[in-house]
């Protein structure tokens, strides 16, 4: 890995380093200091737009190139709003975009455009962008192996029998195109990323829902409330990559645009077809560069050219509509098997979320039911206070400065407290009584 990191990184040029030693050593005219650190190319080249762009073939060779945004639209035909998805300075969605001659991928790290030649990515020192182009290059190579004996095991079955020849001939690899398996990549690449991070976010959060159970802290809750931050943010980028994975099959279009390697032989056979006709024609002495008068021109010809072109274009379509729907269903499995992928990461993060529901659900019962309590106890408490108050009262009442036979009695003041006493039970019982005919306190 820190080889091909190496080998990917931009050399430095001679003339920016011959720049800064000269801006050094030499003083200024004016006589002030010059200024150090300064990479006057860096700055012009930042100021053209020039980005570092890491190519792989269709053989698994790397090239770092560096290429401006007006060069790069030139080269795969995309209008500018494309390459500004893959611009890292801005957060844009997952996106998979299907153009004529390119598809655009934006897939958390992964953010490149794939042609029918080559792969184009963003030079990049994170670890998931050079583990795409490793891989990249080994399943290349896999590939090329594997065709290269499909194709000898295929010329040893036609020597040994010729009835089958049509069928060998006929019969596709079960490779797929170069496009297909650079995205295959990305959306391997992309799946194992956020299934990893779903891992590791289940993995820290079921030990701290359970511990938040078994204590409830101030401290416990923060990181429960940032774990389920997290939790939502990843599980909005997941099902952003659902969502565009389940588009692209739902929509036969957009899987057909796809198809650029096909797309690309079947220009070159339109093109060859042209030029064959041309060559026709110059046989038989018409001329190409020049133009030909309606007048002198025989009809029966021009009848021939324009019935022999809408055959041509009528097979065409025909054929390019019938290999579209058979290859078709290619893509639609490649997408699937990764849809299935990204679904059970969907999934997994959904069942962690209703975890933390039923976990917030418990803590809200305990809670409720503490208060409960508590209001129970002030019920309790406020009644016996009530009871208490009745004694207040009949002191106040006997505390008066007034004169009568009953203070002379020896036994009186035992009997006050005694009534008063009994008084206060039967008030605080009949309290009781009412609190639980009302459901107001548990039985």
């Known amino acids: 890995m820190s080889e091909l990191k190496e080998r990917l990184l931009p050399p430095r040029p001679a003339s920016a380093m011959n720049l800064r030693d000269t801006a050094v050593s030499r003083p200024s005219a004016s006589g002030r200091a010059p200024l150090l650190g300064v990479d006057v190319l860096g700055l012009k080249k930042r100021g053209q737009g020039l980005r570092s762009w890491i190519r792989v073939d269709t053989s698994g060779n790397t090239q770092v190139m560096e290429v401006d945004k007006f060069t790069m639209m030139r080269r795969c ?18 996106t998979i975009l299907g153009r004529e001659k390119a598809i655009v991928v934006n897939l958390e790290q992964i953010r490149c455009i794939i042609t ?11 670890n998931y962008v050079l583990r795409y182009v490793v891989e990249l290059q080994q399943r290349l190579k896999t590939s090329a192996v594997g065709e290269l004996w499909q194709e000898e095991n295929s010329q040893l079955s036609r020597r040994r029998s010729r009835s089958f020849d049509n069928a060998f001939e006929n019969s596709s690899p079960d490779y797929l195109p170069f496009e297909f398996r ?8 992309a799946c194992t990323f956020l299934d990893s991070q779903a891992s590791e976010l289940e993995i820290e959060a079921y030990p701290l829902l359970d511990e938040l159970t078994s204590k409830i802290s101030t401290l416990n809750l923060e990181r429960v409330r940032r774990l389920k931050s997290r939790l939502v943010a990843l599980t909005r980028r997941v099902q952003k990559v659902r969502d565009e994975i389940e588009q692209l099959m739902d929509d ?9 390697t096909e797309k690309k032989k079947r220009m070159e056979g339109s093109l060859y077809g042209d030029q064959s006709i041309m060559g026709y024609r110059s046989n038989d002495g018409l001329s190409v560069s020049a133009p030909v008068s309606p007048v002198s021109s025989p009809p029966d010809s021009r009848r021939l050219d324009k019935s022999l072109s809408i055959a041509r274009s009528r097979h065409d379509s025909a054929r390019s509509s019938e290999g579209v729907q058979e290859n078709i269903e290619e893509l639609e499995m490649l997408l699937e098997a990764y849809f299935v992928v990204i679904d059970s990461t969907l999934n997994k993060l959904t069942s962690l979320k209703e975890y933390i529901d039923d976990t917030e659900d418990f803590i809200n019962i305990q809670l409720d039911n503490v208060r409960n309590q508590l209001i129970q106890f002030e019920l309790l408490l406020t009644t016996a206070t009530f009871v208490v108050a009745i004694f207040g009262v009949v002191a106040g009442i006997f505390g008066m400065n007034f004169e009568i036979d009953f203070f002379n009695q020896p036994g009186a003041f035992r009997w006050v407290l005694i009534i008063t006493g009994v008084c206060g039970f039967v008030i605080f019982s009949a309290f009781v009584w009412f609190f639980k005919y009302r459901r107001l306190m548990p039985l």
């Open 77 to 94: 035909d995309l209008p500018a709003r494309d390459l500004r998805l893959l611009d890292p300075l801005f957060v844009y969605p997952s």
């Open 116 to 126: 029918a030649d080559e792969v184009l990515l963003l030079n990049s020192l994170d």
């Open 182 to 189: 650079a995205l295959e990549i990305a959306l391997e690449a």
């Open 252 to 260: 036969d279009g957009d899987m057909a645009e796809m198809y650029l």
